[in-house]
């Protein structure tokens, strides 16, 4: 071993973690860890809570994306009651769910990655973040704002309350939207696609602009996993999970219930965040990507029709099926960002969304559940077992961060081997290592439901393990 | 007139309560005119600097969260507890009613998705967990509580504004809300 590098505290992601570079006698990069360095422990304390709080204490794992474990959460009580929902209260669950990745994904373009991608990866760090941003490009930091403040509204508009919302319940949702909540919602749905569809082209543009750089970064083969509809379109709140290679061939296709017999986590002693792997592959081989790009990659087409067209524009971009480089998932998010809110107002214009039936009681529990749908950063899976009281007796999550450990990690690695030679390194070159680490939009909050927390430092340790150089991001 | 300088962290939490803070939407721009950050989750600043206010988001629960909140307390004239898990230990303390070690075992070798034949446990360069997750006035000294899981958008406004002008924030009720 040579020297060893440390970046701690990794920011403008969600949540806490570091990463450390080993270097080898000739100063190249031999080895790289992203660590994750927060464990909360939720899969222990929600045991002996009863089943039907668990929606509103799960979502405390994450306040970027808190709609995702609440929904996920109540879907796997739905199944505990064993019963189908009725099919407003479907619709108004998943109109939340579009409201959140309209916030959650332009929250994480406009406020947290458009710095490195606007001004410059090796841009002064006191001016690298989103009040850099206002002071330079004021009119699209206020349409990131506006954007993220739309899907927000959504979120108060069924629950009243934006982050942490009380709203899906065992068997339902506990209110209903009006005429009026629904066409307030309605005025600006239009200003929100055309603004989406500015933010595509404008990622586009940055992508065909930065050529082998941007498609070069940070890409690697590998496993792609997301939810799927009957037809093959992407899905982002209910289907079948489809797992598919590097070139896009299908290698499975399988629903919630069976997770367990497809996915492991895997432990490793220097992170509190496991890694997930395809089980018939083993681990690390079956290591897969999940979120925005996998998504993109692993579906045949779009059903909006906006959308569809930019993935037609995106696959021809690439010319490929499959898109590698991380960058990738920024134009894959804002795709996907554009796909929800036109979800969003078919939603909000389909008759049943104003419906007044909003819950099926049942007393009889079913011993345990699964709940899944596609959070903004990947595939979420809740799994509850209970006692006949219907108190919580095992909590299971696996979290959409989580699954992309691997792939950040090696993201990391890649990137630490083509821009770092021998101790001397440049903030520029340590923010590159995070900008590898922000495609990836890690909510570290939520994938250390067992922890999470992300600065970033640099500590190099030398052959003999001695620290001989620390060096802290933009300090 | 010269800008507040402001720092803020996450500790044990869930990040909800900066992201009310991005909830104050048009008003933060607003706000962006008069406040300087210096070290935060939001840019890329690492090393805290002497600044007026220090905002800490999330209890304590492992020995980095306990160093990263003396080095917060220690640079900060003032210190904002943001949110139940500062104000009070919040979700994260229902850890405390089990042994740390019953905890990390669930997590990393019983899960029903986790293989882990050596039943590892992270160890290596990961903090230490503590016993228990406790409230951050446990450990310092702390000027304004603003409670809230999160705290709405208008009471981490008004606690701000009331800063800005110099004054110690105390929340009228209709912003005070427990879930």
Not at chain 1, 433 to 460: F, N, W
Not at chain 2, 48 to 61: C, K, L
Request: charge should be negative; aromatic fraction near 8%.
């Amino acid at each position: 071993m040579g020297n060893k590098l440390e970046i701690f505290p990794v920011t403008r992601v969600e949540g806490h973690g570091k990463v450390t570079i080993y270097l080898n006698e000739d100063g190249k990069v031999e080895k790289t860890f992203f660590h994750v360095t927060q464990i909360r422990g939720f899969e222990k304390f929600c045991e002996g809570r009863v089943f039907w709080e668990m929606p509103v204490m799960t979502q405390r794992a994450c306040g970027i994306c808190p709609v995702s474990h609440h929904l996920a959460s109540a879907k796997a009580t739905d199944k505990i009651l064993g019963v189908e929902i009725p099919p407003t209260a479907k619709k108004l669950r998943e109109l939340m769910h579009m409201g959140q990745l309209v916030q959650s994904h332009s929250l994480h373009f406009f406020h947290l990655a458009s710095p490195d991608l606007l001004l410059g990866m090796d841009a002064d760090p006191k001016i690298r973040n989103v009040i850099g941003i206002i002071e330079k490009y004021p009119d699209l930091a206020i349409r990131g704002v506006k954007l993220r403040k739309y899907g927000q509204e959504v979120i108060r508009t069924l629950a009243g309350k934006r982050i942490h919302p009380r709203f899906a319940i065992p068997g339902g949702v506990n209110k209903g939207l009006t005429v009026q909540e629904r066409d307030s919602l309605l005025k600006d749905i239009d200003w929100v696609i055309d603004s989406l569809k500015d933010t595509v082209r404008l990622i586009r543009n940055l992508a065909i602009e930065w050529g082998e750089k941007f498609r070069k970064f940070a890409s690697f083969p590998s496993f792609y996993m997301g939810l799927v509809d009957s037809n093959g379109n992407l899905d982002l709140y209910h289907g079948k999970i489809r797992l598919c290679d590097h070139r896009g061939r299908i290698i499975d296709e399988f629903s919630e219930d069976e997770y367990l017999n497809k996915i492991g986590e895997w432990v490793e002693p220097w992170s509190y965040m496991k890694f997930p792997f395809y089980k018939e592959f083993g681990y690390p081989e079956g290591s897969y990507r999940v979120g925005p790009l996998a998504r993109i990659n692993c579906c045949d087409d779009i059903s909006t029709p906006l959308a569809k067209e930019e993935l037609k524009l995106f696959r021809e971009m690439i010319g490929d099926r499959v898109a590698e480089g991380s960058l990738f998932y920024h134009y894959a998010r804002m795709i996907e960002a554009l796909h929800s809110a036109e979800r969003l107002k078919e939603l909000l214009e389909d008759p049943d969304i104003t419906g007044t039936e909003l819950q099926v009681v049942s007393r009889d529990f079913k011993p345990e559940g699964v709940g899944i749908l596609e959070a903004p950063r990947g595939t979420l899976i809740h799994h509850y077992k209970v006692n006949e009281n219907g108190e919580i007796i095992k909590a299971n999550l696996v979290v959409a961060t989580v699954h992309n450990n691997h792939a950040m990690n090696k993201a990391v690695e890649l990137v630490a081997k083509e821009y770092i030679r021998g101790p001397e390194i440049k903030e520029g070159f340590l923010n590159m290592l995070e900008v590898a680490i922000r495609c990836y939009d890690p909510c570290l909050s939520c994938a250390t439901h067992a922890i999470g927390k992300m600065p970033l430092q640099v500590v190099i340790y030398d052959a003999e393990g001695n620290k001989i150089k620390e060096l802290v991001k933009g300090s | 007139m010269a800008k507040v300088r402001v720092a803020t962290t996450w500790l044990e939490c869930c990040s909800g309560c900066h992201m009310s803070m991005l909830d104050l939407d048009e008003k933060l721009v607003e706000l962006a005119s008069k406040i300087e950050f210096d070290a935060s989750p939001i840019t890329d600043i690492k090393e805290f600097h002497p600044v007026d206010v220090g905002i800490v988001e999330g209890a304590v629960g492992n020995e980095e969260q306990l160093e990263v909140l003396k080095k917060i307390r220690e640079n900060s004239k003032i210190l904002v507890a943001l949110g139940d898990c500062a104000c009070f230990g919040g979700i994260p303390a229902m850890r405390n009613f089990f042994k740390k070690e019953e905890v990390l075992k669930r997590v990393y070798v019983e899960t029903e998705s986790t293989v882990n034949p050596e039943k590892v446990i992270p160890h290596e360069d990961v903090p230490k967990l503590f016993p228990s997750v406790k409230a951050i006035d446990q450990f310092v000294k702390v000027d304004v509580y603003v409670p809230g899981c999160p705290p709405d958008p208008k009471a981490i406004e008004y606690a701000l504004r009331e800063l800005l002008e110099g004054k110690i924030p105390v929340l009228p009720p209709e912003l005070l809300s427990y879930e």
